[in-house]
């Protein structure tokens, strides 16, 4: 059984001499991996979640999920990251909590929750869902613009 690696966000595993694209990735078994490629990484935009998924959103995911899959097809060894997710900090997603009767973190729970459905019923996959209230996402941003814990540069590699 060979390995593959996948952000995962209840263990972060720092090592800051590598490459960022590894710093928040943990390794879990796989199918297939080539160790001799960086991984082909794939985003979506991260949506706002002050309002509901529209087409605009599927439109961002589908042409996402479709580099995706094909660079699997076309390259099976190579690992390949798709991350998509939810923006949940902002005037106007405190301003749309406000008019619905709810905190900022429940207008969040709610809406993320819907952009996951979304992606579901449409057939699509994702290697990883980012919220930025999640604390993973907190000590990402963290190393990218202070540095890590043994004061290495936060640089992009």
Excluded: C
Excluded at 6 to 28: C, G, Q
Excluded at 55 to 81: C, Q
Excluded at 89 to 101: E, F, N, R, S
Excluded at 103 to 117: A, G, I, K, V, Y
Aim: hydrophobic share 35%.
């Amino acid at each position: 059984m060979s390995t593959k690696s996948l952000w995962h966000s209840s263990r972060i595993i720092k090592a800051s001499k590598r490459p960022l694209y590894e710093r928040y990735m943990v390794t879990v078994a796989s199918g297939s991996s080539s160790t001799s490629q960086k991984p082909y990484y794939v985003t979506s935009p991260i949506f706002y979640v002050n309002a509901a998924p529209h087409i605009g959103h599927l439109y961002s995911i589908v042409i996402a999920d479709i580099f995706a899959r094909w660079e699997k097809m076309r390259n099976p060894s190579r690992t390949v990251l798709y991350t998509t997710g939810t923006d949940e900090h902002g005037l106007k997603i405190q301003q749309a909590a406000k008019a619905q009767g709810l905190s900022p973190l429940q207008l969040s729970d709610l809406t993320s929750q819907r952009f996951r459905n979304l992606v579901k019923d449409a057939g699509l996959d994702y290697t990883s869902f980012i919220r930025t209230t999640e604390q993973r996402h907190a000590v990402a941003v963290h190393d990218i613009w202070v540095g890590t814990p043994d004061n290495t540069s936060g640089a992009i590699d």
